[in-house]
C-alpha cells in the first residue's frame, strides 16, 4: 500500500497570492498524477509526472516531481478565484489517491 | 462524445434495500474503477476492472460486488445497504493502468438511512 499525504488540507487566500501544495508519501511511484475537482463533478486530470526532478508548467500551475520519486508539489502563481477546488494527488501505479487539498480564492 | 455516465446521479436508501449504481463509458476503454468519496478521505477504490470478464478488488470492496459483461458497462452493486455506505461514488475510466489519464463520471449521491 502506497499511502499519500497531502497538506495542507485546507487553504484559503486572497486572489492574486501564490501557494504550494504538497503531495508526500514514504514510497516511491513510478508515477504521479494531479487532478482538480469541483463541487458536484469528478476529478479532472491536471498533469502526470514520471521522472524524478521533473518540472511541468500548466500556465500559472508548476507541478514538480521528487528527485527520489516519493513526493510532488503544485505551486500556483498569481492564484484566481477559478482556481478554487479540491486538488488531489495519486498514484498511478496502485490508483491510490491523497485525501486532497481543498483551496478557496477569494475575490 | 458522452465520456463517462454515471446514474442516478442521486438515490436515497433504506437500510437493508439493494441497489445497482450504473456506469457506462463510450470510449473503448479497457478499464474502469469505481470510487468512493468521503470528506477527509478523498477517493477509494472499492473495484476495478481491466477488461471485459476481469474484475478485481480494491482497498475497500467489503458490501459492493461487480461485474463486466461489457467493455461499456460497468455496474457496482450494494446487497444489503448499510449507512456506512452513504458516499458519493465515482465511476472512472481509462485506456490502461499506467499513467494514462483516468475519465471520471459526475459522481451519485447515495444516503442510507
Known amino acids: 500500500t502506497q499511502l499519500l499525504e497531502q497538506s495542507p488540507q485546507f487553504l484559503s487566500i486572497q486572489e492574486g497570492e501564490n501557494l504550494t501544495v504538497y503531495c508526500n508519501s514514504s514510497?516511491?511511484?513510478?508515477?504521479l498524477q494531479w487532478y482538480r475537482q469541483e463541487p458536484g463533478e469528478g476529478p479532472v486530470l491536471l498533469v502526470t509526472v514520471v521522472t524524478g526532478g521533473e518540472v511541468k508548467k500548466l500556465k500559472r500551475l508548476t507541478f514538480q516531481f521528487g528527485d527520489a520519486r516519493k513526493d510532488s508539489s503544485l505551486h500556483i502563481t498569481a492564484a484566481q478565484p477559478g482556481d478554487t477546488g479540491l486538488y488531489l494527488c495519486a498514484g498511478r501505479s496502485d490508483m491510490r489517491f491523497g485525501a486532497g487539498t481543498r483551496l478557496t480564492v477569494k475575490p | 462524445n458522452a465520456g463517462v455516465t454515471q446514474t442516478p446521479k442521486f438515490q436515497v436508501l433504506k437500510t437493508g434495500q439493494s441497489m445497482t449504481l450504473q456506469c457506462a463509458q463510450d470510449?473503448?476503454?479497457?478499464?474502469m474503477s469505481w470510487y468512493r468519496q468521503d470528506p477527509g478521505m478523498g477517493l477509494r477504490l472499492i473495484h476495478y476492472s481491466v477488461g471485459a470478464g476481469i474484475t478485481d478488488q480494491g482497498e475497500v470492496p467489503n458490501g459492493y460486488n461487480v461485474s463486466r459483461s461489457t467493455t461499456e458497462d460497468f455496474p457496482l452493486r450494494l446487497l444489503s445497504a448499510a449507512p456506512s455506505q452513504t458516499s458519493v461514488y465515482f465511476c472512472a475510466s481509462s485506456t490502461g493502468t499506467s499513467n494514462e489519464k483516468l475519465f471520471f463520471g459526475s459522481g451519485t449521491q447515495l444516503s442510507v438511512l
Open positions: 514510497s516511491v511511484f513510478s508515477s
Open positions: 470510449m473503448n476503454h479497457e478499464y
